[in-house]
Nanobody, 124 residues
Framework: QGHMVESGGGSVQSGGSLRLSCAASGYVHSGYCMGWFRQAPGKEREGVAGIDSDGKTKYADSVKGRFTISQDNAEYRSSLRMNSLKPEDTAMYYC??????????????????WGQGTQVTVSS
């Protein structure tokens, strides 16, 4: 069973930027779509950004205009560029390869291949 491996998290001040990266390790079913999710303490996991099977990007309203997702389909590699970070962006960020029909829906569902997460902390 394959999984995703995230990197690039860290601590920044409000207004700063970070770039998260993700790559598949081991076998990952072909034809899946990639997305980024986050979970803050005491809150449910939410979808942040994803790319569908047509290459169209989808973003949560809270990050539109600030976050940019990119992907290399051939290798299940994805990056999430985060600009103008806010304290409310503080969370554990996860990368996942999921069935394309699911993408960012049902973020609490563990279907697909997930990583262990990388922490992003934004201070005011």
């Amino acid at each position: 069973q394959g999984h995703m491996v995230e990197s690039g998290g860290g601590s920044v001040q409000s207004g700063g930027s970070l770039r998260l990266s993700c790559a598949a390790s081991g076998y990952v079913h072909s034809g899946y779509c990639m997305g980024w999710f986050r979970q803050a303490p005491g809150k449910e996991r939410e979808g942040v950004a994803g790319i569908d099977s047509d290459g169209k990007t989808k973003y949560a309203d809270s990050v539109k205009g600030r976050f940019t997702i990119s992907q290399d389909n051939a290798e299940y590699r994805s990056s999430l560029r985060m600009n103008s970070l806010k304290p409310e962006d503080t969370a554990m960020y996860y990368c996942a390869a999921r069935p394309c029909w699911l993408l960012l829906d049902q973020p609490g569902d563990d279907i697909g291949y997930w990583g262990q997460g990388t922490q992003v902390t934004v201070s005011s």
